[in-house]
């Protein structure tokens, strides 16, 4: 299983990004998915998470600001993040919860850069 993770970049305070991860391989469901980011010294923390039935979980700090959704067939999950701040900086990685034909396993991506900055 692997976990392509795309969408990063740089953007001006109160500008828009969207990321998108995809996993592929021998997968028979996704349980959840969802992002983590680690800022400059900082510890990583959970971002925004989504089941395959869409219930979503959201940092306080990026609540109305940023919306994570999951597409089941494509077996991707996206955060749309509005509204940018200069603490969002950090690099974002990928997190998914899948079944295989063997077992369920936790997966991370290879994670990428948002830098908000004017």
């Known amino acids: 299983v692997q976990l392509q993770a795309s969408g990063g970049g740089l953007v001006q305070p109160g500008g828009s990004l969207r990321l998108a991860c995809a996993a592929s391989g021998t997968i028979r469901s996704v349980e959840v998915m969802g992002w983590y980011r680690q800022g400059p010294g900082k510890q990583r923390e959970l971002v925004a998470t989504?089941?395959?039935?869409?219930?979503?979980i959201y940092a306080d700090s990026v609540k109305g600001r940023f919306t994570c959704s999951i597409d089941n067939v494509k077996k991707t999950v996206y955060l749309q993040m509005d509204n940018l701040r200069p603490e969002d900086t950090a690099v974002y990685f990928c997190?998914?919860?899948?079944?295989?034909?063997?077992?369920?396993?936790?997966?991370w991506g290879q994670g990428t850069l948002v830098t908000v900055s004017s």
């Open positions: 989504i089941t395959s039935g869409g219930f979503t």
């Open positions: 997190y998914a919860d899948l079944t295989s034909p063997w077992s369920r396993s936790g997966y």
